[in-house]
């Protein structure tokens, strides 16, 4: 089946400059879970690989629009760097998540996993949300208020462990990131904000979703305003929180022999700080194995990545005017650094990794280009830079820095 999301950049902007025009609307209408989604924007992806940048759309946004008009639609828009800026100070969230999702497998009973496999199926009884288990998989694409419902009900009516929820969505939805797919789950099982879940209710549901309920009723009284309880979900401590991280960002005087390595987390290199390097190659790393036998991620999801990873080296090549490889190995290091000796660079330079996959692999590939000599230059875009610097508590003391600054923009 073909993504519901564009991927490419040319799709991308194909698919904004077409929502654009209805970002006034987009308030009212957003939360309705229509067939084809036609009323949101479905550049979760786009946004997520950096094949359309934040910043392109809130600029483009404030051309064609006020920004009371635009207000929702340029919140919705800056969540994703508020999670990732939260992230960033508190990586031990992720690292938690990720272990979790290894261990418990190993330590629940039987008859749990037995569950868990049948609801990941559509096979809970309760056929609205059976129906939206199955167009995740199908699709890779959920609207939002199902996947806040979905993760809902897998808490709160299954009792079944967040971690292995929030797995199934980054394994299946186009649009993963770990920083959005994670935090969001915490969030809806009480744990993001203290005291606060997220309770699936039928009447919501009747509201924005009517068509759910009509041809999915079965099973729908387990969801019945009230019946639902929030489930008191494990707290596994203090997940502290470090200064945010600093990289430059303004690339500096490079090596004589460079090479640009593009990953998921920015595959938009020719616009911003990075659009003026000269590198003698570019590499991007394509690790089924990773995808498969790691995240195990679904045949979808990884197909999507092999094309905005493909999307990201044929412009960058254009760009640049030089080789572009894709590196398929096992390990994402080994073919980094077979890579750099291939092309006797003397440099690597790419866009800071966020908190995730990537990230993950960082300690390894530094201290295995440091013992070949080579330099590793990480550079973060400015905006993202202030973005993550106000996200230091929650989305709205955060919003009102943000829109504070989106409008003296707007102004400059």
């Known amino acids: 089946m073909h993504p519901i999301a564009p ?3 040319r799709e991308a902007l194909v698919s904004w400059r077409a929502f654009l025009p209805l970002v006034p609307s987009y308030t009212s209408a957003r939360n309705r879970v229509l067939a084809g989604h036609g009323n949101v924007s479905l550049l979760g992806a786009s946004i997520r690989f950096r094949t359309l940048l934040e910043d392109e759309v809130i600029a483009e946004t404030l051309v064609h629009h006020s920004f009371q008009v635009a207000e929702k639609w340029l919140q919705e828009v800056c969540w994703r760097r508020y999670w990732k800026g939260w992230l960033e100070m508190h990586p031990q969230v992720w690292i938690q998540w990720r272990q979790r999702v290894r261990s418990l497998p190993q330590r629940l009973p039987a008859e749990t996993l037995t569950r868990v496999e049948a609801v990941m199926a559509g096979e809970s009884g309760v056929a609205c949300m059976d129906m939206i288990a199955r167009e995740l998989i199908e699709t890779g694409y959920l609207h939002n208020h199902a996947r806040m419902w979905w993760a809902s009900f897998w808490i709160h009516v299954e009792k079944l462990p967040w971690e292995l929820g929030a797995d199934f969505f980054f394994r299946h939805l186009l649009d993963a990131d770990p920083a959005s797919n994670t935090l969001s789950w915490r969030w809806v099982a009480g744990l993001q904000t203290r005291g606060k879940s997220y309770v699936v209710r039928l009447s919501n549901i009747e509201k924005y979703a009517p068509d759910y309920l009509s041809n999915y009723a079965a099973g729908s009284e387990r969801l019945t305003d009230g019946a639902v309880v929030a489930s008191v979900v494990e707290d596994l401590g203090d997940v ?4 945010l991280p600093q990289y430059p960002t303004a690339l500096g005087r490079t090596c004589n022999r460079t090479g640009l390595w593009l990953h998921p987390d920015d595959l938009l290199p020719e616009i911003g700080p990075l659009a003026a390097l000269a590198p003698n190659s570019i590499a991007a790393c394509l690790s089924d194995h ?7 991620l679904s045949s979808q999801r990884k197909a999507s990545l092999h094309a905005v990873l493909g999307d990201g080296l044929a412009r960058a090549m254009a760009h640049y005017a030089c080789p572009s490889v894709a590196l398929a190995a096992d390990d994402p290091v080994v073919g980094l650094c077979s890579w750099v000796r291939e092309y006797e660079l003397d440099e690597v330079v790419a866009f800071a990794p966020m ?3 990537i990230h993950d692999m960082l300690p390894r590939l530094r201290a295995s280009l440091e013992s070949m000599g080579i330099r590793l230059t990480l550079i973060r875009r400015a905006s993202d830079a202030t973005a993550f610097s106000f996200a230091t508590a ?4 955060f919003w009102e820095k943000m829109s504070r600054h989106l409008k003296q923009l707007s102004l400059s």
């Open 7 to 9: 991927l490419t950049r």
């Open 240 to 243: 502290g929180k470090r200064l």
């Open 290 to 296: 990773v995808y498969s036998e790691i995240y195990k």
């Open 355 to 357: 908190v995730g996959p």
């Open 394 to 397: 929650g989305f709205f003391p």
